[in-house]
């Protein structure tokens, strides 16, 4: 057991994922959303999944989260069943920001990060000097130790992200769930916490998220995970996955795929009915 | 340079954040709720000083007081003190726990359960059943009225784990149903019963015995002390359940027992005072307030339970010729305070 999670340790390094799922099935009451589900998380990458609304994105975050428990099948985390492990050793090793988190009114930013230690702490430890030496690293990193004083409901939408990705960074962990972190945020806003996103990936840290807008995953991402319908249509590196093609196939979208003028990325120009040029609106039709 | 992050003490492996406001407050709040107890059992039929008041409380003072203060007052003032305390840190777990400041155990039926039942006994086996109708008896009978209610509730507003919202709603009509069945209780029994009825509903702390101080007191600590252990374990669960499970904490398991807490300390207090209104539902805001505390702080809220219901009952005892019971006075208190409580929020 020792020797099998120690080389689920180095897997980060070494190049061997350290979260992934087998034959998951799983839902919601009587419904089931993905069923049978491989996939695999490459490790110190950053993963986005993709896909038309109800394909089962967030399902598919909540399910490697251990939120949703799967009917059948298993999430593997350094090699482990994540259900036969302690919930409290899971929040060390896997931090996670769900969907639009709310603060209690007042609190904090410096309380609210605080709060990451959590998985650390016991009844009698709350407030180790490790803690808060994490606390303002984790502070520092996302930009906002200025901010420490400040009530978290006093922040804009993009500053109030980066205080609750600071927290999940605060759990001391190299691997991160975030569940759409740029929903309700305006473009500039978003940018600012994807950037946030790429830092940490720089750092070190290893980021699955869920996006919406298909140019900024293409643009942030170094994995795509293409989901339609509960399953994978495609995974791998923007360059190789997104193509006209497959955004039909995955949304029914009609879209141009070209390079980006700015990045080394595609950029997908959508094809809606009006205000396009009707030539290429026809030829991309046919 | 100041550090961003908040301070602590640390005692070898022992360590805990320090907010030296939140714990100044806390101690003030003791420290005028033990006032007030001293002063009310100073005031009576005839009144006895302070310093001799502390004195036989320490066990210094003379036989002749000691009579008057521990035998005939203390009960009293104490049964005040620790039915305060019980309701202010049952408001705050709710309130918590709902994540909606109108959690009160008043809302949530336990009150309005203990109180049906209690009013069952008085009117409809009424002045027969000596054996049932004596005041621990009542005291017993009102305690499991309020807890089925309180699991009632609990169980039907579970649906894969508990909303705020729905528990409230779920509370406030399984509450209406009780007040309906006791109005109509009311409405078909004898007038002296409902007399009598009526003087418990609106909650007292009139002639309390030793007997009935010590049940609640040792319940109450048992119970603090349970809510001491796990209360660590809840701080994620302000965030909300998904946060809560992130950070490695089982929430549904801390929350039920915390709420089964709330439920018992509510209990107790009904049990031991009546349903006194308004307490377990201003107490935290208070604390919450006075603290500076983004959420209700346990300890304080408890200290302001006590204070209220201690101050309100000697307001009760001596502000009219007549001697009120303390419901009256902190619904006269609560009341107004949830106004302008819900009136400074709208101007915000």
């Known amino acids: ?286 | 340079m100041k550090r961003a992050v908040p301070p602590g003490v640390r005692f070898g492996q022992v360590s805990f954040v320090w907010r030296p406001w939140v714990a100044g407050v806390t101690l003030l709040l003791a420290a005028a709720a033990f006032l007030v107890f001293c002063l009310s059992i100073s005031t009576g039929d005839f009144s006895i000083g302070l310093p001799r008041v502390i004195a036989t409380i320490l066990g210094q003072g003379e036989r002749a007081d000691a009579f008057v203060i521990m035998d005939l007052r203390m009960p009293r003032a104490l049964a005040g003190l620790i039915v305060g305390t019980a309701l202010g840190v049952s408001g705050a777990i709710t309130q918590s726990v709902a994540r909606n400041p109108l959690a009160s155990p008043d809302v949530l039926g336990i009150t309005g359960g203990a109180g049906m039942v209690a009013v069952f006994l008085v009117t409809v086996s009424g002045g027969t059943a000596a054996a049932i109708g004596s005041a621990m008896g009542l005291s017993a009978a009102a305690l499991a009225g309020g807890l089925a209610t309180g699991l009632l509730v609990y169980f039907l507003a579970w649906r894969r784990g508990i909303d705020g919202f729905r528990l409230i709603l779920i509370g406030i009509s399984v509450s209406a149903m009780t007040q309906a069945i006791t109005t109509w209780l009311l409405v078909r029994a004898d007038i002296r019963d409902v007399a009598r009825a009526q003087a418990w509903l609106v909650g007292s702390l009139d002639d309390r015995s030793w007997g009935e101080v010590r049940v609640a007191f040792w319940g109450t600590l048992v119970l603090l002390a349970v809510v001491c252990c796990v209360a660590f374990q809840f701080k994620p669960l302000h965030f909300g359940d998904d946060i809560a499970a992130g950070l490695g904490v089982r929430y549904s398991v801390v929350r039920g027992v915390l709420l089964l807490c709330a439920v018992l300390l509510a209990g107790v207090a009904v049990s031991a005072a009546g349903p006194v209104p308004f307490v377990a539902l201003v107490a935290p805001q208070v604390a919450m307030r006075l603290a500076r505390y983004p959420t209700p702080p346990m300890a304080a809220s408890g200290m302001v339970g006590a204070l209220l219901l201690t101050g309100a009952d000697l307001i009760a005892r001596t502000a009219l010729p007549i001697t009120l019971p303390v419901g009256v006075v902190t619904a006269a208190i609560g009341g107004p305070f949830l106004v302008y409580l819900l009136v400074r929020a709208n101007r915000k």
């Open chain 1, 1 to 286: 057991m020792a020797a099998q999670r120690s080389t689920g340790m180095e897997s980060g390094t070494t190049g061997v994922s350290r979260l992934a799922v087998r034959g998951v099935t799983v839902g919601y009451g009587g419904r089931t959303v993905i069923d049978d589900l491989d996939a695999v998380i490459p490790p110190g990458l950053v993963t986005t999944i993709i896909g038309p609304n109800g394909c089962g994105k967030t399902t598919l975050l909540r399910t490697l989260s251990r939120l949703l428990k799967p009917a059948r099948g298993t999430v593997v985390l350094d090699g482990e069943d994540i259900a036969t492990l302690r919930t409290r050793d899971v929040a060390k090793k896997l931090g996670l920001l769900p969907q639009a988190p709310v603060a209690p009114e007042g609190l904090t930013v410096a309380d609210l990060v605080a709060r990451g230690r959590h998985p650390h702490q016991s009844w009698l430890r709350q407030w180790s000097s490790d803690d808060a030496d994490v606390v303002e690293r984790a502070l520092a990193m996302t930009g906002v130790s200025d901010l420490a004083d400040r009530p978290v409901d006093s922040l804009s939408g993009g500053q109030r992200q980066r205080v609750w990705i600071s927290m999940t960074l605060a759990q001391g962990t190299d691997l991160l769930l975030l569940d759409e972190p740029t929903t309700y945020l305006d473009l500039a806003h978003a940018i600012d916490v994807l950037d946030l996103v790429d830092d940490l990936h720089e750092s070190g840290c290893a980021v699955v998220m869920v996006l919406h807008d298909l140019n900024l995953a293409t643009r942030y991402s170094d994995n795509l995970i293409v989901m339609r319908d509960g399953s994978i249509l495609a995974q791998g590196h923007p360059r190789d996955v997104i193509t006209a093609e497959l955004l039909y196939e995955a949304f029914a979208l009609r879209a141009e795929v070209i390079d980006d003028p700015v990045g080394d990325r595609p950029l997908i120009v959508p094809i809606g009915r009006t205000h396009v040029r009707l030539d290429r609106a026809r030829r991309k039709g046919d």
